[in-house]
C-alpha cells in the first residue's frame, strides 16, 4: 500500500521569507499524480498544487512551487514571499490507482 | 458559482441517534467521495461513488452508510454503529473516477457527541 509522510509537524517562516515543506511517499507505480492541499482555519481543503509523475518540469503556481524527485520518491513544497494569509495546515496527497492517499499534515505559521 | 456545499456547518448527535450529513455538487463531477478528519490527523476515506447508485466502502467504513441516487448528492449517515463519530466531515468530488483527478472539497461538518 502507498504511504505518505510529512516528517515536519510544524513549522515556522518570517514574512515575506521562502519556506519548504518536505514530502515523501512509498510506491511501486509509475504512473502517478501527486498534491499539496492547503487546509486554513476554516477548514476548508484547498488545491495548492499538482504534478504528475510523467512530468520532469517541476509544477509552479504563482508562489508555490515544487521540487518533485521521482527517484528519491520526494515531493517538496516551496513558498516563495510567504505571507500572513498562507498560515494553514498543508498536506502532501499521492494519487494513484487506487485511493488518494494524504500525509499527517505540516503546521505552518507566518511570523510578521 | 460552481462548488461543494454540505450542511450542517456543526451537527450534534444523541447516544444511539443516527444523524445524515448531506453533499452537494453542481460540478457535473461523476466520483464524489466522504472523508474523515481527527485532530491532527491527516484525511481518511469513509466511501466513495464513482457513479450514480454505485459506491464502495473506504478504509473507515464501519458504523457509516451512504447513497448515491442522484449525480450531484452524496448524503452520509452515521448511524449508532459508529461508537466515535466526534470528527470533521469532508466531502469531495472529482471529474472522474481515477484518483489522479484532483478532488475539490466542500467545506466541512464537524460533528460533535451530547
Known amino acids: 500500500a502507498q504511504t505518505v509522510t510529512q516528517s515536519q509537524p510544524e513549522m515556522s517562516v518570517q514574512e515575506a521569507e521562502t519556506v519548504t515543506l518536505s514530502c515523501t511517499y512509498d510506491t511501486s507505480e509509475s504512473d502517478y499524480y501527486l498534491f499539496w492541499y492547503k487546509q486554513p482555519p476554516s477548514r476548508q481543503m484547498i488545491l495548492v498544487i499538482r504534478?504528475?509523475?510523467?512530468?520532469?518540469q517541476n509544477a509552479t503556481e504563482n508562489r508555490f512551487s515544487v521540487n518533485f524527485q521521482k527517484a528519491a520518491k520526494s515531493f517538496s513544497l516551496k513558498i516563495s514571499d510567504s505571507q500572513l494569509g498562507d498560515a494553514a495546515m498543508y498536506f502532501c496527497a499521492y494519487g494513484g490507482a487506487q485511493k488518494l492517499v494524504f500525509g499527517q499534515g505540516t503546521r505552518l505559521t507566518i511570523n510578521p | 458559482d460552481g462548488g461543494i456545499t454540505q450542511s450542517p456547518k456543526y451537527l450534534f448527535r444523541k447516544e444511539g441517534q443516527n444523524v445524515t450529513l448531506s453533499c452537494e455538487q453542481n460540478l457535473n463531477h461523476d466520483a464524489m467521495y466522504w472523508y474523515r478528519q481527527d485532530p491532527g490527523q491527516g484525511l481518511r476515506l469513509i466511501y466513495y461513488?464513482?457513479?450514480?447508485?454505485?459506491?464502495q466502502k473506504g478504509d473507515i467504513a464501519e458504523g457509516y452508510s451512504v447513497s448515491r441516487e442522484k449525480k450531484e448528492s452524496f448524503p452520509l449517515t452515521v448511524t449508532s454503529a459508529q461508537k466515535n463519530p466526534t470528527a470533521f466531515y469532508l466531502c469531495?468530488?472529482?471529474?472522474?473516477?481515477?484518483?489522479?483527478?484532483?478532488?475539490?472539497f466542500g467545506p466541512g461538518t464537524r460533528l460533535l457527541v451530547l
Open positions: 504534478q504528475e509523475a510523467y512530468k520532469q
Open positions: 461513488s464513482q457513479i450514480v447508485n454505485d459506491f
Open positions: 469531495a468530488s472529482s471529474m472522474g473516477a481515477l484518483n489522479q483527478e484532483t478532488q475539490y
